[in-house]
């Protein structure tokens, strides 16, 4: 699994979230959940991916470390796994919030 792999399959999962929540206009808290959820939890594949991406290593997370807290260097990959991708849900919304614009003024 790589980090890309990991960013589609959240950015499916908040499209299926968006589908089941029609009106729904502020996602906070599912796309927490699936950023949350779709951080690997074991340590092989946490370091994996950071040698897939060195920055995930040596970047100091925004959020400071991950699980317990403790900078461990699993704990700020896990961290930076996870801005990663909220991030990048962060982006796929406001890609539905436009594709559902442009639905509106085609409709109009």
Same mark, same amino acid.
């Given at each position: 699994?790589?980090?890309?792999?990991?960013?589609?399959?959240?950015?499916?999962?908040?499209? @299926?979230?968006?589908?089941? /929540?029609?009106?729904?206009?502020?996602?906070?808290?599912?796309?927490?959940? &699936?950023?949350?959820?779709?951080?690997?939890?074991?340590?092989? @594949?946490?370091?994996?991916?950071?040698?897939? /991406? &060195?920055?995930?290593?040596?970047?100091?997370?925004?959020?400071?470390?991950?699980?317990?807290?403790?900078?461990?260097?699993?704990?700020?990959?896990?961290? /930076?796994?996870?801005?990663?991708?909220?991030?990048?849900?962060?982006?796929?919304?406001?890609?539905?919030?436009?594709?559902?614009?442009?639905? @509106?003024?085609?409709?109009?």
């Amino acid at each position: 699994m790589n980090l890309l792999q990991i960013v589609q399959d959240a950015v499916e999962e908040l499209r @299926d979230w968006h589908a089941d /929540n029609p009106g729904e206009d502020e996602p906070h808290d599912a796309i927490h959940e &699936i950023a949350d959820s779709a951080v690997p939890v074991y340590t092989g @594949d946490l370091l994996r991916l950071a040698a897939e /991406n &060195i920055a995930l290593a040596v970047d100091e997370p925004e959020l400071g470390p991950a699980f317990d807290g403790t900078p461990t260097p699993v704990n700020i990959i896990a961290a /930076n796994v996870y801005e990663h991708i909220e991030q990048a849900l962060w982006d796929a919304w406001q890609e539905v919030c436009d594709e559902e614009e442009d639905e @509106d003024d085609d409709a109009a």
